[in-house]
Structure formats: structure tokens, C-alpha cells
């Protein structure tokens, strides 16, 4: 990138500029003539002076009236046009730099994904995330404005001039007397202002860093007892930034007093040495109102190139610092990632690295002059002491960090030079912490097959429209014009024919690394939209009702489920879902605040339940107070009445000693509402509390139908209502095929329901519709809904799913249980029979089924071999000989 923002500028957006330059010199004759034109209105159409009336015109004569009028007109005429100007100017002002910005962001998040690895370990996202949003965001007003404010503002300011100088020079110099201390003073003041802006920057980034550290590490601030320590780090930094800010506004505002006040000095001029010549008769009387009303119109061009200075010396000095800091040594050309050949070559051959030297960051060697030969057919082991260079190897083998130097050719090909399009598709690799993106599982399964749109979106007419503006904005700001939402799964790499096929192969691979159980479960924990995916939704109704057959059929299991039923009331749910009888979608039917909703309070009240309702509160409410005074907050009475946590106890116990039974009329709006939302949670099979009578259920389930029938206009969709004969795209497919609820009180209730729905879907051949639902799961921010072990199995199987010629492994199974690993090594050495695979392992009794081993220590091959051969008896790696 170029290191100056002007070359930057001219390079991406010279005609714009050209554009910009020649629309503000066109303005300039109209402001002049803008600037005559009161004299001429105040000296001729007024006082008549050097004109006799009637004038003619093109043949047409006009007395003094018409020509005051006409003159009126043309200025405003006038005034339209410089306007117009303006507005021309800075709206393509601002849409050339906002192009620019968008230009420069791309062209810097591009950088990210071509900086060397160790790079990382130097700049955090602390650091790098405010660069490309906050630090270059006044950029792009900058970039528009480069040539054209300087321009525009230092020419309307020139044509001011020309007009004193030419209507009376001695004003032109009263004009302008005070303008050199401007300009003399200003840029020492911006001087300083620029180095404390630079300390500014420097200081902000910190503090975005330690932020960054604080959300990541906040296991450990709670765990170690941090949070004061993190808290003084973090008002010391304030601290350091209010300091240097505070002395940027002292300079800031001196600069704009002294701008104020020397404008104000020049009406003191006017007034002054003006007044004296028009009472000498030296200077007309209009020549005076059009001089003081230019000088009046010269503040505005001048604030703003004083301002324009400021803003050049802030951007210049940003895009500086930014273009430094996305510059670091080792960086990839930008070919390297966008080179796309002609025939995607595979690995043949053999591997052979020459001479490799490797340093990490702070200059220790991690591998010194290593050579390595072997097949890319077949399986290698790598195993060495701590600090052998194991890691190292693996992620120079893969191309994530270049080596210092040597040579690396997989087959006929360099892979010191080969684009990333070959690299990243040949090869798979996955270290000891893979990284899962903020998506749906199935994105970051499939995130390897996405290398450029394959299958195109069709488009028509307004659809069209939005995408080939989205093409034309592309190619005018740098940036990628691939469509999104078109097809990007690459099937051939995947060696599948379509998506079906695809999705099959998925199954299999997530079986292959021990995952597909719990995608089994997230896809019954998951919810789909039946108009998007019909099929499966009929497929879960059906699974519905072959689940209720086998409850039927077998009286042992019938009373271990209450189905939904609308003209009865279920005993093992809540009050609020058998009024709702359905499932809340959104806020509006919040379960902790459904005494707060009007039309829930409506139709209580429609129901005659009102009074019912306020007083099984406050029974509920004391019996929890009776039942749970002294228990210790981790009694397992808190988990079984949940509705009331033992941070609540002590406010119930507070409203039962304001009020009695008999006074609850007298009760405050808020502790009216407490009570009310208590019924609402109870359920009345697992609570058994008494409050929940026959006779109230039965008016609770005659209220369910007027709520329903009556519900809003506004409130229509707020909740999924159940019916036996209906999908429920508010409910995951679990709930949907059990449609009930599991009875409390029954031994093994919910193990036995399990079996049987467990039963229903291997009959139906449902295990892989739910799966397939189950890649839908949204994993969270890096994952963090999903555990350490299945984040580092999803990356094991986006690594497996692409068919990479070769596999290339650092310790990916390390962190998992004896069992898992070896059930997940078996699985992995089997589907890479006959294909390269390369595996840094721990210990050297994991070798025995490769082909290969090598050993390293001190960053060099030791030993190379079969697993028979060089470990005969199962030897340690730490017993090894120093020349082994």
C-alpha cells in the first residue's frame, strides 16, 4: 500500500478528484457575479447613481421598479446556483469517499488474511478490530474532500479577494490584515495537537486490548479474584487517555479562539476605516455593504481550510500508523490467495523438505536445517520431546507459516511458492485448539469446501437490479464482487455428485470422529421451519403419532406421558402454558412477566379469576416461606419449586408480614403483580401445593378458548398454538413428537419416554433428517455453545469432509479421554489408507499403526523408521538416547 494517504488517494480515485476540481472551478464566475451583484442592487436599482431609468435590454425597456425586481431575481438566481453547487460538491464528495473507505477496509481485512502467523502473537484483535472500524472511519470523509475542499474553499476565498481588490484595495487589505497570524500561529498549535493525537491512538488500542483480554479470560479474573487489580489496570489507563485528551481540547480550543476573534476584528476594520471613506466621499456606500457582506462570506472558506488542515494532518498521520501496522515483514502477496489455476493438480509423490530453518518471534530456533523425505501415500508420525520442533514441522508441512529458509515441494510441486488455492484444498490441517466460526455447525463443517461461488443464484427484475449495483459498487471500491448467496459448496473436492449426497457424507464423517450423537441430540433440541423443510416436518408428525401408538399399546408407559389436549388441563405443565396452550413466540407472552400483560390480565379477569389468582399467590407465597425458611440455598426444595429462588425468599417474606389474607384488596400495584405471576409457574403434578383445584382448571381451560378466540390483532403470532395435527415451528422436533409432557412422579419416567422415541426414530429412519436439522445449530461465538471436545471434533471433521490428498494433525486429539482418541485414531488411519497423513503425537506408543515414525529433538530429524523398528518394547520418548 502506498505509505502516503495522497498517492493513495490519487491512485484509486483520480477522476473523481479531476471531477470534484473542475465542478468547484465553474463555480467560481457565479460567485463573483453573486458577489457584485449587491452593489449593483444598492448603487443603481436603488440610489440610482451612473443609471438613468428607463434602461434598455435587448430591445426591451425597463424602468426602476421592474429592474430592482429583476436584479432581486437574478440574485437569488444566484444564489440557487452557488448553492446547488455546494450540494453537488459535497454529496460527491462524501460517495467518493465512502468508496474510498470501503476500498481502504477490504484492502486491509485482506492484509489480515495474508499475515504471517506469528504475527498474531504480536497484534491482538484488540488492537487490529479498531484500525479497520473506529481509527480509518474519518478517512473516508477525508479522502473525498483531499483536493476538492482545498480547491473549492482556497478559490471561493481568492475570488472574495480578487472582488475587495478590485472594488477597493485598501479594504482588501483590512480583509485580510489579521490572516497571517492565522497561519503563522495554527500549524504550531496543530503540531502539538498531532503528537498527542499519535499518543491518543497508541493508548486507545491498549485499552481495546486489555478489554479484549477481559472477555477472554473471564474464568480466570473470577476463578484467581482479579476483577480489582484488571480494575485499577483499566482506570490507569483511563486516566493516561483523559490526560492527553484533555490537553488536545486545551490546544483545540485555543486554536478556535483564535480563529474566533481575529474573524471578529474584521468588521472593526470595515466599520472603522470604511465608515471614514464613504464620509470622505472616497468609497461608495454600496461598495461598503457588498465589501462588509464579502468579508462576511470569507469566513466561511477560510474556517473551513483552517479545519481542512487539521483534518489532513489527523488523516495523514491515522493512515500512517494504520498502513504501518498492516504491513508486517513475511507477508504474502496478494496473488498468492487469489491465483486460481486452471487444473487443480493432486499430491503424487513424496514430500521432501531440504534444509528447512525456522525461528519463532523472539529469534530461538525452532527447526535447524531439518531434512525430510517420505511418501505422500503415506502415514507419517512425528514424535519428539518438548520443544523437538514438532509443532513447527506440522505447520510448515501445511503451509501455515513459511519457513525462514530451506525448500518444501509436495510431488512436482513448490510449495514455497504454491497459491493458497492449492495448498488449502490438497492439504487439511488441524492443531490442538481448532477455531469454530460464529455460524450454524453445518457452515463451519462445510467452511473448507468454500472457495469461490460454483453455482450461480438466478436473479430477475428487482432482485437483478440490487445485484448488478452491488457488481458495479464492487469493481469502482476494490472489493469482491462474489455473490454470497450463491452456491458455494465445492462437491468434487468433497468427492460427492450434490448437496443430498453431500449431507450423507457429512453423517458419516461426523460419526467418523464421535460426533454424530450429539448433533443427533442438538437436531432434537433444534426447531425448523416447516415451510422451508416440509417433508421433515411431516415426517416429525408422523413420527408423532407412531410414538402414541406405542404408548397405547403398552399400559405400562401410558401414564408416563400427558399429551396436549385441548379440552383438558395438563397437570404436568405450567398454569401459563395450559391458558396459552401453545408456545410463546417472542416477548410478548414472557413467562416471568405474563401477570404484567393487559390481555392476559383481561381475559383473568373475563374468567372471573382475578381475586383466584391473588390469593393462590399468596398462598404459594407463604407456603414456599414456611417450607424454605433456614434451608441453605443449595437445597435441592429451591430446584424442585424453582418459581422462587432464595434471592426472592426474603422479599416474600417481607410483603406476607405488610399484609394478611384478609387485607389483600389493600395490596401495592407491585406486590399485587409479585403474587399473581406466582400461579402462573406452578405445576400442579410436580408442586403439590393444593392451590391448583379442580374447579379453578376447569375455568383455566374454558379461559384458553377465549384467549385464543379473542387474541389481537397485534398479539396474532405471538403464540404457536398446539395441535395434534400441526408441526409447531415454535417447538424443537423433541417436543414436537412427544407433544406433552413427561409425568412427574414416575420411576425412570423420562429414560423409558427416551427409549421409546429413541425406538420411533430408528423404525422411521429418522436419525438423519434430525442430524441434518442438527447442522443447523448455531454454535455461538466461537463456539462457546458447544464444548471444548466437540469444537475439536467439528474441526477434525471440516478437515476430513474436503477429501484432502493429505491430513496433517498436531496433537488434534490430545485433549480427549484415552478411549475417544484411540476409537477416533483407528477411524482416521482407516480413512486415510492409501492417502498422506501427518500426525505429531505425545507419546510413541501411538505409532503402531503407521508406516512411518519420525523423531525429532533440537529441531532436527534424529531417527526415522518403522514403528517395529524403532520402538521394539514400547520406549518412552523422554527414555530415548540422545542419538536415537
Not at 509423490?349 to 503415506?378: H, Q
Not at 479421554?817 to 505429531?840: P, Y
Amino acid at each position: 500500500m502506498e505509505h502516503s494517504i495522497y498517492k493513495y488517494i490519487l491512485r484509486h480515485s483520480k477522476k473523481q478528484q479531476v471531477v470534484l476540481t473542475i465542478m468547484a472551478v465553474l463555480s467560481f464566475p457565479f460567485l463573483y457575479i453573486y458577489l457584485q451583484i449587491p452593489a449593483i442592487i444598492i448603487d443603481q436599482a436603488i440610489s440610482s447613481k451612473d443609471i438613468s431609468f428607463p434602461v434598455e435590454y435587448f430591445g426591451v425597456e425597463i424602468d426602476q421598479f421592474p429592474y430592482l425586481y429583476m436584479m432581486v431575481g437574478f440574485f437569488l438566481l444566484l444564489v440557487v446556483i452557488n448553492q446547488g453547487f455546494k450540494y453537488v460538491i459535497n454529496v460527491y464528495q462524501g460517495i467518493s469517499g465512502e468508496r474510498m473507505l470501503r476500498r481502504l477496509r477490504f484492502q486491509l481485512y485482506s492484509r489480515i488474511l495474508r499475515f504471517p502467523m506469528p504475527t498474531f502473537k504480536k497484534k491482538s484483535p484488540g488492537e487490529i478490530i479498531p484500525m479497520i472500524t473506529a481509527e480509518v472511519e474519518p478517512l473516508g470523509g477525508f479522502i473525498g474532500e483531499a483536493f476538492a475542499v482545498p480547491i473549492f474553499q482556497g478559490g471561493y476565498l481568492l475570488v472574495i479577494i480578487s472582488f475587495l481588490i478590485i472594488q477597493n484595495w485598501i479594504m482588501a487589505v483590512a480583509a485580510i490584515a489579521l490572516y497571517p497570524l492565522q497561519a503563522y500561529f495554527i500549524p504550531k498549535l496543530q503540531k502539538k495537537v498531532n503528537f498527542l493525537g499519535k499518543r491518543r491512538v497508541k493508548l486507545v488500542r491498549a485499552l481495546s486490548d486489555q478489554i479484549g483480554e477481559t472477555v477472554n479470560g473471564a474464568e480466570e479474573v473470577h476463578s484467581h479474584d482479579g476483577s480489582n487489580f484488571l480494575r485499577a489496570r483499566f482506570s490507569n489507563q483511563l486516566d493516561s487517555i483523559y490526560t492527553v485528551r484533555y490537553r488536545i481540547y486545551i490546544l483545540k480550543f485555543i486554536v478556535k479562539f483564535l480563529n474566533n476573534f481575529i474573524q471578529q476584528l474584521g468588521p472593526f476594520f470595515f466599520y472603522g476605516i470604511g465608515g471614514t471613506m464613504v464620509i470622505n466621499g472616497t468609497l461608495e456606500i454600496g461598495v461598503l455593504v457588498a465589501a462588509i457582506g464579502a468579508h462576511k462570506e470569507m469566513a466561511a472558506p477560510w474556517k473551513e481550510l483552517l479545519a481542512y488542515y487539521q483534518r489532513r494532518e489527523d488523516a495523514r498521520i491515522k493512515y500512517g500508523q494504520v498502513v504501518e501496522q498492516f504491513e508486517p515483514a513475511g507477508m504474502r502477496d496478494e496473488s498468492n490467495q487469489l491465483d486460481e489455476p486452471e487444473i487443480l493438480p493432486t499430491l503424487d509423490g513424496e514430500m521432501i523438505g531440504s534444509n528447512i530453518v525456522l525461528a519463532d518471534d523472539t529469534g530461538s530456533t525452532l527447526l535447524e536445517g531439518l531434512n525430510v523425505r517420505f511418501s505422500l501415500k503415506e502415514r507419517v508420525a512425528i514424535v519428539g520431546p518438548a520443544g523437538s520442533g514438532r509443532e513447527a514441522l506440522t505447520r510448515v508441512l501445511a503451509r501455515i507459516i513459511d519457513p525462514d529458509r530451506g525448500n518444501l515441494t509436495a510431488g512436482s510441486i513448490d510449495l514455497t511458492i504454491a497459491p493458497e488455492a492449492i495448498v488449502g484444498r490438497r492439504f487439511a490441517y488441524v492443531g490442538q485448539h481448532g477455531y469454530v466460526f460464529n455460524s450454524t455447525l453445518g457452515d463451519n463443517l462445510f467452511f473448507g469446501l468454500k472457495h469461490r461461488p460454483l453455482h450461480e443464484s438466478p436473479y430477475e427484475g428487482e432482485g437483478k437490479a440490487r445485484r448488478d449495483l452491488y457488481i458495479s459498487e464492487a469493481k469502482l471500491t476494490g472489493n469482491s464482487p462474489d455473490d454470497l448467496s450463491a452456491n458455494w459448496l465445492d462437491y468434487d473436492l468433497a468427492c460427492v455428485e450434490d448437496s443430498p449426497s453431500l449431507d450423507a457424507r457429512a453423517l458419516d464423517v461426523l460419526a467418523m470422529v464421535d460426533l454424530s450423537e450429539d448433533v443427533y441430540q442438538l437436531g432434537l433440541r433444534s426447531a425448523i421451519d416447516p415451510l422451508e423443510f416440509p417433508e421433515a416436518a411431516e415426517q416429525v408428525l408422523a413420527a408423532r403419532r407412531r410414538f402414541f401408538e406405542k404408548i397405547e399399546g403398552d399400559p405400562s408407559l401410558k401414564n408416563m406421558i400427558e399429551a396436549f389436549e385441548r379440552d383438558s388441563y395438563n397437570t404436568n405443565a405450567t398454569l401459563a402454558e395450559n391458558l396459552l396452550f401453545g408456545t410463546p413466540v417472542g416477548t410478548a407472552f414472557d413467562l416471568d412477566r405474563m401477570a404484567e400483560n393487559s390481555y392476559v390480565q383481561k381475559v383473568i379477569e373475563e374468567a372471573d379469576l382475578t381475586e383466584t389468582f391473588l390469593r393462590m399467590g399468596y398462598q404459594v407465597a407463604s407456603l414456599m416461606v414456611e417450607l424454605f425458611a433456614g434451608l441453605p440455598p443449595d437445597h435441592e426444595f429451591f430446584q424442585l419449586y424453582g418459581f422462587i429462588s432464595s434471592d426472592d425468599l426474603p422479599e416474600y417474606q417481607a410483603m406476607n408480614s405488610r399484609i394478611d389474607w384478609d387485607h389483600l384488596d389493600q395490596l401495592r400495584e407491585e406486590d399485587r403483580l409479585r403474587f399473581m405471576s406466582l400461579p402462573f409457574k406452578v405445576i400442579p403434578s410436580r408442586h403439590r401445593l393444593g392451590v391448583l383445584t379442580d374447579d379453578i382448571q376447569e375455568k383455566i381451560v374454558e379461559a384458553r378458548h377465549q384467549f385464543a378466540e379473542n387474541l389481537p390483532d397485534d398479539l396474532t403470532g405471538s403464540v404457536a398454538f398446539f395441535n395434534a395435527d400441526t408441526y409447531s415451528a415454535a417447538t424443537n422436533l423433541q417436543d414436537n413428537i412427544l407433544f406433552g409432557k413427561i409425568s412427574f412422579g414416575y420411576a425412570q419416567a423420562a429414560e423409558k419416554i427416551g427409549a421409546v422415541l429413541a425406538t420411533v426414530v430408528e423404525e422411521m429412519d429418522l436419525k438423519r433428517t434430525i442430524s441434518a436439522v442438527g447442522l443447523n445449530f448455531s454454535v455461538g461465538t466461537a463456539g462457546a455453545r458447544l464444548s471444548a471436545v466437540q469444537r475439536q471434533k467439528l474441526c477434525l471433521a471440516r478437515a476430513i469432509i474436503k477429501h484432502p490428498d493429505m491430513l496433517i494433525l498436531n496433537q488434534a486429539t490430545s485433549s480427549f479421554d484415552a478411549a475417544t482418541e484411540q476409537r477416533l485414531m483407528k477411524n482416521i488411519l482407516q480413512e486415510f489408507k492409501g492417502r498422506g497423513l501427518v500426525w505429531s503425537l505425545d507419546h510413541a506408543d501411538k505409532t503402531k499403526n503407521f508406516d512411518q515414525v519420525l523423531v525429532l529433538k533440537s529441531g532436527k530429524i534424529q531417527e526415522k523408521g518403522s514403528p517395529e523398528k524403532l520402538f521394539p518394547d514400547g520406549i518412552e520418548l523422554d527414555e530415548m538416547p540422545s542419538n536415537a
